[in-house]
């Protein structure tokens, strides 16, 4: 959870493996574009700065959240990666359709890293408002998105050690 005392885009870099080397993939929900699209931008710039190549790093847009599993799933069946990422904004509204897409989403993109025993990253906001959801996306949180990043680095890592 992202407090003042832990705040989501403070980390050590020395403790986050290189990414030189592999291969990664965004998957970013469309909806709550100008939160999805701070999360990418933590995201992209925590790889890129931790030596993923440009070339090694691929993007996708996919219309929601609740697509976001899909679209995993559909890039680790075309291609070999090291990791994906799927950066989501769910904001809370007055009827229980927040529970259900939050629910799903999770065991969705949870669901998809398993089967294809890749790390597969839950970068999705799931917040009561907008205020907290610019909190947490580059606001006074931190940025989910670099967060994410570093995860995926690291389990990448474990990954490969693991195969080793």
């Known amino acids: 959870m992202a407090t003042a005392e832990h705040p989501l885009s403070e980390y ?3 403790s986050v493996p290189s990414g030189a080397g592999r291969r990664f993939a965004l998957v970013v929900s469309e909806w709550n574009r100008e939160i999805t ?3 990418r931008q933590g995201a992209r710039k925590t790889l890129l700065g931790h030596g993923v190549q440009e070339t090694d790093l691929m993007e996708a847009w996919v219309p929601g959240s609740f697509e976001l599993a899909a679209g995993a799933q559909m890039i680790l069946g075309s291609r070999e990666l090291h990791g994906v990422i ?13 529970d259900h897409v939050c629910q799903a989403t999770a ?8 089967k294809h025993g890749v790390p597969v990253i839950f970068g999705v906001l799931t917040d009561d408002n907008m205020e ?7 606001g006074r949180h931190g940025n989910k998105g670099v967060d994410c ?3 995926v680095l690291k389990m990448a890592e474990l990954w490969s050690s693991l195969k080793a």
């Not at 799927?86 to 927040?98: D, K, N, Y």
């Not at 065991?107 to 398993?114: A, N």
């Not at 907290?132 to 580059?138: I, L, P, V, W």
């Open 12 to 14: 050590d870099p020395t």
């Open 37 to 39: 699209e701070a999360l």
């Open 86 to 98: 799927c950066l989501g904004s769910i904001v809370r509204g007055e009827t229980p359709h927040f």
């Open 107 to 114: 065991r969705g993109i949870m669901d998809v890293g398993l």
């Open 132 to 138: 907290q959801a610019r909190d947490r996306s580059g």
């Open 149 to 151: 990043a570093v995860a």
